[in-house]
């Protein structure tokens, strides 16, 4: 068990320290430069933040970068302000509001953020074990960090990891990092901090 605990440390900070060199900003607190709205959803810059607002049409929205990026360590940090159901998409391709993909989840409590859905295929790849939902702090500003890097994709909220998996399909896969807003109505989120570190 130690070794086990002194192991996951030892990843955690190899994940940090990497972060740390080279990082590059995606989102400058200004405009949305660098990125594209997808759908009738709300995006827009306020006091600095990246804020997401559900719309008229109560749809999906997506808000994608320009550029695309294949392996890289992401970090960004979020507050879910109303509902709070969306999720941060990874070597996708959008369509309208029709994406297709890996979600990297954000959602309400106790709803698997940090897990990995595919979106119009497998569905769950996995979930967050439930003593690890309660990493989240809902309402209150939260800091991920994922890690792609060929077919391992591994998250971490407020400094724990939340999930890590090995998946063929998502090794093969190319695309854009799209920020989601989930269809229904009622959501609201800020972001701020969105910084990648490309990876060979």
């Given at each position: ?8 440390s030892?990843s ?17 607190h ?34 994608s ?12 940090d979020?507050?879910q ?39 119009y ?44 998996i ?18 229904g ?16």
């Open positions: 068990m130690i070794r086990f605990l002194l192991a996951a030892l955690l900070v190899t994940i940090s320290r990497s972060f740390s060199q080279k990082s590059v900003p995606l989102f400058n200004k405009d949305l430069k660098g990125w594209t709205i997808n759908g009738t959803e709300k995006w827009y810059v306020e006091s600095g933040d990246l804020v997401a607002e559900s719309g008229p049409d109560k749809g999906y929205g997506y808000l970068t320009d550029k695309h990026y294949k392996n890289f360590i992401l970090t960004l979020f507050k302000e109303a509902n709070g159901n969306s999720g941060v998409f990874i070597r996708s391709s959008v369509e309208g509001t029709k994406i297709n993909g890996w979600q990297v989840e954000i959602a309400p409590p106790d709803m698997h953020t940090g897990g990995i859905y595919e979106s295929g497998r569905g769950w790849l996995i979930q967050p074990k439930p003593e690890d939902e309660k990493n989240l702090k809902f309402e209150d500003w939260n800091h991920m960090v994922i890690r792609v890097k060929d077919d391992e994709v591994t998250s971490l909220l407020n400094g724990k990891k939340m999930v890590s090995k998946d063929s399909l998502i090794g093969k896969g190319e695309g854009v990092i799209a920020l989601q807003i989930h269809s109505g009622g959501i609201k989120l800020r972001w701020k901090d969105i910084s990648i570190k490309e990876l060979k």
